[in-house]
């Protein structure tokens, strides 16, 4: 089989993504990049990297989502480690991290990351500002471990990960509290469907509609954030509005939204007691 043929599979995909996907999987085979597999397009594969695909490619076409069977996934300028345990980094989350980027300017931020599953957000801002501390929690131990391999990996020295719900484990001032919470509501048919069927539903269902981690987060950030301080979390397309209201009602100022790389409503957050 040469690297064309295998291309040419992505056809039997039933997937949006099916020749990227297919590339990924190639460029795992050979350990190469994807600029390689169109300058050599009729290079072989030998036995065992074609067995090797053909197994990964068949894994593929059950369901299972590419980032499993990598065991790794691309966010922001690195890749991450990758397991069941936790929900798929996104690209659209790499909004979360730049809307925070842009607001807090702080030389020694002090800053949290709410439900950090792998890690992503925490490690997009401790890496971008080494002079950051930053924190990571999650209630879940097999992510909190994930993460915390993450950053070790990718030397993030100034990030910490602790195991705990929410604001649990915290205590004391944040300058900037973030957070990719689950937001989808539990009769979503969207659950079924795609790799969402293979992401824990802990990390993306939640009760009142999709709404009740984002409002429990909003209500009690005020206890952790100090003054000019921001909350900032990724949300529903449907729930700005929503969420906008809540921010308003518990004395949060200078309201931002930010859509996502598909023009959705996808990030929104306000400043605490300051007009920041």
């Excluded at 020295?157 to 915290?170: I, K, R, Y």
């Excluded at 509005?241 to 859509?259: C, D, I, P």
Aim: hydrophobic share 40%.
């Amino acid at each position: 089989m040469r690297i064309e043929q295998a291309l040419a599979k992505a056809t039997e995909l039933p997937s949006e993504s099916a020749r990227a996907d297919v590339e990924y999987l190639l460029c795992e085979v050979l350990g190469k990049d994807r600029t390689y597999l169109r300058t050599w397009p009729d290079r072989e594969l030998s036995p065992d990297q074609q067995s090797h695909f053909l197994e990964l490619f068949n894994q593929r076409l059950q369901g299972r989502p590419i980032a499993h069977i990598t065991g790794s996934r691309g966010f922001w300028n690195f890749d991450l480690e990758v397991n069941p345990s936790t929900l798929i980094p996104r690209s659209d989350t790499e909004v979360l991290v730049e809307t925070a980027l842009e607001l807090v300017d702080s030389l020694d931020a002090r800053v949290v990351d709410l439900g950090t599953g792998t890690g992503a957000i925490a490690l997009a801002l401790a890496l971008e500002h080494p002079n950051w501390r930053v924190e990571a929690c999650d209630r879940i131990l097999e992510a909190v471990l994930l993460a915390r391999k993450n950053a070790v990996r990718l030397g993030a020295a100034n990030m910490t990960v602790f195991e705990g719900s929410w604001f649990d484990p915290l205590s004391g001032r944040y300058q900037l509290i973030v957070s990719n919470p689950p937001y989808i509501d539990p009769v979503d048919p969207h659950l079924n469907q795609g790799d969402l069927v293979y992401e824990p539903s802990s990390a993306l269902v939640a009760d009142e509609r999709g709404l009740a981690d984002l409002h429990y987060i909003i209500d009690n950030a005020p206890n952790y954030l100090a003054e000019g301080g921001w909350l900032l979390m990724e949300h529903g397309y449907d729930q700005a509005e929503t969420v906008a209201k809540r921010l308003a009602e518990r004395g949060f100022s200078n309201l931002v939204m930010r859509e996502d790389f598909g023009g959705n409503p996808r990030v929104s957050g306000g400043c605490w007691r300051s007009k920041c």
